[in-house]
């Protein structure tokens, strides 16, 4: 072998080498119920609905539970949301509709968009502000600039009461809220959002309206 | 017996070290491959790129093949200033160009010699192509922060495409350059280009750290 080829791949194999003893030291932490993905049925139903997980609808019989970990700055979920929307209008109080925070960290905007959420919720006005960071997504979404001007626009628009939003926004409290909601994602391996889940097992497919409808309806016709 | 009569004649125009010898040779065969298929692997994500344009463009909600997840999102790539650097998609640029690589690389396997002026306009081409794709992996993984997996196609190609024309201009004397300079980048082309992809990947990497973690 001449010497090219044989620098080449000793610079390839080293290269494979650092990255892969990097990614293996830093591989996430097993959750303490187990190993992830193996946590007991139990233990994952609990990390699904948590007792603070927002229901934006809830049905009376609790048959059937759609989970969503979404990121309010991620197009994908934009686009799953007018479905979601119509999926709630139409089966009213027959489902349950958990709304779970998964803000990517390449989003600059996702967390604090989060956060605004939850803090217009201390107002009682949580499903508004989280469908206006949706319905507006294309004017705030994917920019590296903070928009935390926009959304305190979008606070006051709701009338709300400003000094006390804005603590609500910076409080660690809510910060740590956010983030509980993302670790329960990572550990019930969720890797991208939209991620859905219906009746604790992982919606595969297309998340459009349709999809979701089809998977619903099996769930409850059983 | 035309065989060492070629021979004897192409060691005499092409003096070789003893490690070099073998590189030479490899490399006069290696550059139409690398043109024909850098060109039509570039090509093919220009042209798919481009598809997925109109098709966004047609319905806003699209979500292209290649939005996999928050960070390989073409979506919110190709929503972006800079897919649009000189006012029209730059995936238009691609298909113009690679097309052209790839016929260059036809040409050449096909056992033309081009003249000087056209191999060094390929490489001022190309020069200008990697140049950017450079600002495009910068504008990517910092100002961004998204990747696009056709767009990271056409990094992929674009560096060997100029690294090898260059080479092969700096062998055949039509790039004036230091003679070390020459029988160093000659005899260990291979190792410029590794380092320069392992470099873009681990970039690359690192830029994401936090998401391909989470892929484990």
């Known amino acids: 072998m001449s010497r090219n080829a044989q620098v080449s791949l000793t610079i390839v194999a080293m290269v494979a080498a650092v990255v892969g003893l990097l990614l293996f030291i830093n591989r996430p932490a097993d959750p303490p119920a187990g190993e992830a993905g193996q946590a007991s049925d139990d233990a994952r139903a609990e990390m699904l609905v948590r007792p603070d997980s927002h229901k934006l609808s809830t049905a009376a019989d609790g048959k059937v539970t759609v989970v969503e970990f979404l990121d309010l700055e991620c197009e994908a979920c934009g686009a799953a949301y007018p479905g979601v929307e119509q999926l709630r209008g139409e089966y009213g109080d027959r489902i349950t509709f958990v709304m779970r925070y998964f803000p990517v960290p390449s989003h600059v905007n996702a967390e604090l968009a989060a956060r605004a959420v939850e803090a217009a919720g201390k107002q009682g006005e949580l499903e508004q502000m989280y469908s206006t960071m949706f319905r507006t997504q294309p004017y705030w979404g994917d920019q590296r600039a903070s928009h935390r001007g926009t959304f305190l626009g979008f606070a006051r628009d709701l009338g709300l009461d400003m000094t006390r939003f804005e603590a609500d926004l910076d409080a660690q409290a809510t910060i740590d809220r956010v983030l509980r909601d993302r670790t329960d994602g990572v550990v019930l391996g969720v890797t991208g959002t939209p991620t859905f889940f219906i009746n604790g097992a992982l919606f595969q497919g297309q998340p459009s309206y349709q999809g979701l409808k089809d998977a619903i309806d099996r769930e409850l016709a059983r | ?216």
Not at chain 2, 132 to 149: D, E, K, M, N, R
Not at chain 2, 154 to 165: C, D, G, N, R, S
């Open chain 2, 1 to 216: 017996m035309s065989t060492p009569t070629r021979k004897a004649r192409r060691s005499r125009t092409e003096p070789t070290s003893p490690d070099g010898g073998d590189e030479r040779a490899f490399l006069g065969r290696l550059l139409p491959w690398v043109l024909l298929v850098g060109g039509v692997i570039g090509l093919a994500a220009a042209f798919t790129l481009t598809v997925e344009k109109i098709a966004l463009l047609r319905d806003p909600n699209y979500i292209p093949t290649c939005s996999i997840d928050p960070v390989l999102s073409c979506g919110s790539i190709m929503r972006t200033a800079q897919a649009e650097v000189f006012g029209f998609p730059n995936s238009l640029i691609g298909l113009v160009c690679f097309a052209v690589v790839t016929t260059i690389g036809v040409v050449l396997l096909g056992g033309a010699r081009l003249p000087r002026w056209v191999m060094l306009g390929a490489n001022v081409g190309a020069l200008l192509g990697v140049l950017f794709v450079h600002w495009l992996i910068y504008q990517s993984l910092v100002v961004i922060g998204a990747l696009c997996p056709y767009c990271m196609a056409v990094w992929a190609v674009t560096i060997p495409i100029f690294w090898y024309l260059t080479v092969e201009n700096m062998r055949r004397g039509h790039l004036p350059m230091p003679p070390r300079l020459t029988r160093l980048a000659v005899t260990y082309h291979g190792v410029v280009l590794t380092s320069w992809l392992s470099a873009i990947a681990l970039t690359v990497l690192h830029a994401f750290w936090d998401h391909w973690v989470t892929l484990l």
